[in-house]
């Protein structure tokens, strides 16, 4: 199901017409937030709003509607991928819940109270100078939530596909959520699928020269290192403010990497020379 679809139908009419939505923000008995163009307003019957007054305020339950209507009403389906906080529409839009929840892991939620509606963009944003700095070296892309990782993770596949075998390791189906991107490059891509059983398998069975995937936590060390220390380039995704925080943030593991592209939500982009700020 798509975004739109699962949307109350007051807010898919108001924001269907809209091409730069980047976020919006559903919450019980609160009046709905859209990000585009990266500027926040409230949504009102027939305008976006810079203040909450005449904005448009949910129900108390449409949470759970919404959750429900997205699930094809078989949320149990879905329990697994829930309880990591997201799930992932079929147009690649990524909804993080959250609300009250219960169970021995405290990881299975009784009442949805917000929602989190990401949206993916299909952006041009590695130049041609970035490509050739990038090109057969291991790299992280840093930057704070919503600062274009993924996107930028995306497009940097795309064209290192051009000439080299790349595969793309998608676990929550946001780096590559159209068959159409598939359509335009040569990037392998293994979705839904866990890291460390598509560095295992897909070294093996296809060869790559590169390894791209997105948001990579103390966890996927181990495999990390090996493959990046195996001839086959990484590119990966982090969490952090800049370059200190994900070395402070990350031990040893970011003697693994060359490059280091640290991005912001201006969209601003800095790229490190690793072997050479660790002489600093």
């Known amino acids: 199901m798509k975004m739109l679809e699962c949307l109350p139908d007051i807010i898919s009419e108001a924001i269907c017409n809209i091409k730069d939505i980047r976020e919006i923000r559903v919450r019980n008995n609160r009046p709905v937030r859209i990000n585009t163009g990266g500027i926040w307003y409230y949504v009102g019957t027939k305008a976006f709003l810079s203040k909450e007054t005449n904005a448009i305020v949910m129900s108390d339950n449409v949470c759970d509607e919404i959750v429900t209507t997205a699930c094809n009403k078989s949320v149990y389906a879905y329990e697994k991928t829930l309880a990591n906080g997201f799930f992932t529409l079929d147009d690649g839009v990524r909804v ?55 996107t930028f993770l995306r497009d940097l596949a795309i064209k290192l596909s051009q000439e080299s075998n790349v595969l793309a390791v998608d676990e929550r189906g946001e780096l590559f959520f159209s068959d159409k991107i598939l359509q335009t490059s040569n990037v392998d891509v293994l979705k839904w699928t866990s890291k460390s059983y598509a560095f295992e ?15 990579i936590s103390d966890k996927d060390s181990d495999y990390i290192e090996k493959t990046a220390s195996s001839g086959i380039k990484i590119i990966c995704s982090a969490h952090g403010y800049d370059y200190n925080d994900f070395i402070n943030r990350f031990d040893i593991l970011h003697k693994s990497f060359d490059k280091a592209v640290s991005l912001q939500k201006d969209f601003s982009v800095n790229i490190i020379d690793c072997k050479k700020y660790e002489q600093y």
């Open 96 to 150: 993080g819940v959250c609300g009250s929840v219960f169970g021995k892991d405290k990881n299975i939620f009784q009442k949805y109270t917000s929602l989190c509606f990401r949206v993916p963009h299909m952006i041009s944003c590695v130049d041609e100078s970035t490509l050739g700095i990038l090109a057969n070296s291991n790299t992280i892309v840093i930057g704070p939530p919503a600062s274009g990782k993924t």
């Open 201 to 215: 398998v897909g070294v093996r069975a296809l060869s790559p020269d590169y390894i791209v995937c997105d948001e």
